[in-house]
């Protein structure tokens, strides 16, 4: 395979991913409505600008446990530099210049 089919089917990969990564859903918090009147008397009063209730952000909870990420995230920063040094030690450590 020519270096030039490489390099294209890299940058198609490429411009593959980030299309597909274009249409991940992000999070956004919104203000949810309550249609039971015993759930909607517990929100706070209507705001003083005149507007029917006051906004408010949802309540995320303690946190996200993020020890799996950081362990996963750290293992695939190891593989792939194991990959990096694979392919340098392959390809006879790069062009060093003669003395």
Excluded at 29 to 55: H, I, Y
Aim: proline content about 6%; cysteine-free; glycine content about 12%.
């Amino acid at each position: 395979m020519s270096v030039t089919r490489r390099t294209l089917l890299t940058a198609t990969a490429a411009g593959t991913l980030l299309a597909a990564l274009w249409f991940v859903p992000s999070a956004n918090a919104t203000v949810e409505t309550a249609a039971d009147p015993a759930t909607r008397s517990a929100q706070p009063a209507a705001a003083s600008d005149g507007t029917d209730a006051a906004l408010q952000l949802a309540e995320t909870g303690p946190g996200v446990d993020t020890t799996p990420y950081l362990i996963g995230g750290t293992a695939l920063l190891g593989v792939g530099a194991g990959f990096v040094t694979y392919s340098v030690r392959r390809s006879g450590g790069g062009a060093r210049p003669a003395l």
